[in-house]
Structure formats: structure tokens, C-alpha cells
């Protein structure tokens, strides 16, 4: 039996985690489920959107599934997802993304593993917010030291990129490139620009590089990435990022595949797993039995490899391949278009790869 954290989250992640362990739960796998909840609700009743019970149970399980959690922009509580991630030390965000026969993509074939830095750059939560006394010092500090001005009305967010980091990351990305067979690591910077920050991260990547000689390396600056994506992915294989281009680059991966309905994603640590999707909790959804479950359907196809199920998780697999395939019970975001009322509802696309489960 496996214990697994569970966390439902906010928005639509309540319907797309019953959906989600429903189908799990079809595949025979003993799996005792802590269910814990984080998210806009249990801050609004307990003033915390992240209680020290969740985090408990996630610590003594080392595997969650989790929902999507709902960031309030520029005011209320900050993100319980980066909050998680440095917390847990989660420094791995971990995003396959492949093109699955049947959906509606303009791209065939596409086979790309994300690999994005989860704990620092603009992500760290180091922020001063314009006007208060310590920005003021700051950006004092930074025209006495540096001569370059910033005006008094700015907000300031860091951004910090480690050797350390960066090596743990770029390991992850050639590690698992050689574990799956995988034949090369484009790392992805702006380091023309950001001399000192991405440029530490290339330099580093470059170093860690020396030491896989079995695999190809390459590096890519951001912008140029995202052209190349459109214009040829099937040209990229692993991908590792510092934070923040990790978080775009994901969605325009997710983009290439169909959408984020199919995106699924791992967060991980050296000890602790947190499985999630790739998108948010999609607000003016919630409560319609509408979206996608498919990207934490798969997220929980990761979580099952994760966990040692390997054959229970290539059923799941192969009874999701077989849904989109036949394209009958799929959400409205897989069809050719969103009013289509053919459109399955989220209860349906889990009924129907139960139904296909052997
Ligand atoms: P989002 O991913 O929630 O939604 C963007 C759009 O993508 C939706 O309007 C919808 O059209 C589509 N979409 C997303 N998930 C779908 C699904 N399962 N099926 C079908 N269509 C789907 O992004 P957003 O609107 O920018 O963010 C909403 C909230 O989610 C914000 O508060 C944000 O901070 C949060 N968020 C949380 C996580 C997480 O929990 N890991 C990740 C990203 C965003």
C-alpha cells in the first residue's frame, strides 16, 4: 500500500482530483489518500492558504498529488505553489510533453522534457515594493554603488542564480536524459543580457556538460528558443531552464501538444514528489464539470512510475491514449470547436478510460 498526500486545491481542482483519483484508483493500486487542503477556501476559514498539516503529511508521505491553487494577483496571500516548492526544497519541476495520437495539435511527434529550476530568479519572493523605507535605501544603495539610476518610483524583484542550483538542475536534466534514453540537454539562458545571472547559469551549465560526454549539449538564448519551438521541435529533446523561462517555455510546450488540458507535471526534491499539472485552476470554470482532467490524469501516470507501479501506470497510460484517440469522450478544449456540444464533461472522459482499463 502506498501512502499519498492529496491535495484538491481551489478553482477547478476539486472536479479534476476526483476525476483524477477515481481512474487511479480503477488501476488496482493500493493507495491510502491523506487528503489535505491548501488553496483560497481553507484561507479564507483558517487565515493560511498553506496549513502545517499539509505540509506535514506531504513530509511524511515524500508523495503528493496536487491540484492547482489559485494566486491572487498583486495583493492576499503569496503562492502557495513557490511557497511549496522552496519550503520542500522542491528544485525540480519536471514536464514532459508529447504529442498523443488523436489531439488537435498543429505539431505531430512532439516528444520534449521541460526541466525547470523550481527555487530561485525572479521566483525567489525576494521583493521590495515601491515607496516603503527599505526599497528606498535599495535603490539609494544601488545608484551610490553602481552609478545607473532607477527611479524613485519603482518596485524592485531580485534575481538570484547559484552555481549550486544550477549544477543540482542541469544534473537532473543530463541524469534523466541518460536514465530515458534521451540524446541531448539545451540549456536555455539570456545570458548576453543578464551577464552575471544567466550568465552564471550557462557557465555552470557548460561545466556540469563536460561530464556527461554521452549526450549532446547545446545552449539556446530564450527568445530565440521560443522561435525555434514553433519552427521545428522536434529539433529539442530535454530542455533546462532557469525558473522563470521554465514557466513560459512550459505553456508554449503544453501549447505544441494541444493545450494545457494535456500537460502534466512532477515538482521534485532528492526525498519528496509532488505531482501536478501544468495550468492553474481556471476560476470561471470552477464547479462546471467542464475541463480537462487529463493533465493530472497523466500527472498521476507520473506519480505511478514514481511510485515503483510501472505496469499499472502504462494501463492507465495506454486507456488514455486510446480516449483521445477515439476522440469521443474528450473535454471542449479537444474539440475542433469550444461550444461543440458533443464535448465530454470532466466525470465522462474519467468514466470512459476506466471503461478502457484492462
Ligand atoms: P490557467 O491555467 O488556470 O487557465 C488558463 C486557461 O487555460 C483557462 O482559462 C482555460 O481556458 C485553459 N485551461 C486551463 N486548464 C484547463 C483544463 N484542465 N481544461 C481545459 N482548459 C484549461 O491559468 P491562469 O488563468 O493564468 O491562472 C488561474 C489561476 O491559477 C491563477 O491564480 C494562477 O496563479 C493559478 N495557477 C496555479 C498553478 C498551480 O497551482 N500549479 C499553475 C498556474 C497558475
Given at each position: ?105 498543429r505539431f505531430e511527434n512532439i516528444d520534449l522534457i521541460i526541466v525547470r529550476e ?241
Open positions: 500500500m502506498h501512502a499519498v498526500t492529496l491535495i484538491p486545491g481551489d478553482g477547478i481542482g476539486p472536479e479534476i482530483t476526483e476525476a483524477t483519483k477515481r481512474v487511479i484508483e480503477a488501476t488496482g493500486v493500493d493507495i491510502k489518500w491523506d487528503i489535505c487542503k491548501a488553496g483560497e477556501e481553507v484561507f479564507e476559514r483558517e487565515g493560511t492558504p498553506l496549513p502545517q498539516d499539509t505540509l506535514d503529511s506531504i513530509k511524511k508521505n515524500k508523495v503528493a498529488l496536487k491540484g492547482p491553487i489559485t494566486t491572487p494577483v498583486g495583493k492576499g496571500f503569496r503562492s502557495v505553489n513557490v511557497t511549496l516548492r522552496q519550503t520542500l526544497d522542491l528544485y525540480c519541476c519536471l514536464r514532459p510533453c508529447k504529442t498523443f495520437k488523436g489531439a488537435r495539435t523550481n527555487t530561485e530568479d525572479l521566483y525567489a519572493g525576494i521583493e521590495f515594493e515601491k515607496g516603503s523605507d527599505i526599497t528606498n535605501k535599495l535603490i539609494k544603495f544601488i545608484i551610490d554603488s553602481t552609478g545607473k539610476t532607477i527611479r524613485s518610483d519603482s518596485g524592485i524583484s531580485i534575481k538570484p542564480i547559484s552555481i549550486y542550483a544550477t549544477e543540482r538542475i542541469v544534473r537532473f536534466a543530463f541524469d534523466y536524459a541518460r536514465k530515458n534514453n534521451r540524446k541531448k540537454v539545451t540549456a536555455v539562458h539570456k545570458a548576453n543580457i543578464m551577464k552575471y545571472s544567466d550568465g552564471l547559469f550557462l557557465d555552470t551549465a557548460r561545466n556540469v556538460s563536460k561530464r556527461y560526454n554521452d549526450i549532446e549539449f547545446e545552449d539556446k538564448i530564450v527568445d530565440n528558443m521560443c522561435m525555434q519551438l514553433v519552427q521545428k521541435p522536434e529539433f529539442y529533446d530535454v530542455i533546462v531552464l532557469p525558473n522563470l523561462y521554465g514557466d513560459i517555455i512550459s505553456d508554449l510546450a503544453a501549447g505544441l501538444i494541444g493545450g494545457l488540458g494535456l500537460a502534466p507535471g512532477a515538482n521534485l526534491s532528492n526525498e519528496i514528489a509532488v505531482f501536478e499539472p501544468v495550468h492553474g485552476s481556471a476560476p470561471k470554470y470552477k464547479g462546471m464539470n467542464k475541463v480537462n482532467p487529463l493533465a493530472m490524469i497523466l500527472s498521476g501516470v507520473m506519480m505511478l512510475k514514481h511510485l515503483g507501479e510501472g505496469e499499472a501506470a502504462k494501463r492507465l497510460e495506454n486507456a488514455i491514449e486510446k480516449v483521445i484517440e477515439e476522440g469521443k469522450y474528450v473535454t471542449y478544449d479537444m474539440k475542433p470547436k469550444s461550444d461543440d456540444p458533443t464535448a465530454a464533461t470532466t466525470s465522462m472522459v474519467a468514466d470512459a478510460i476506466i471503461e478502457k482499463l484492462i
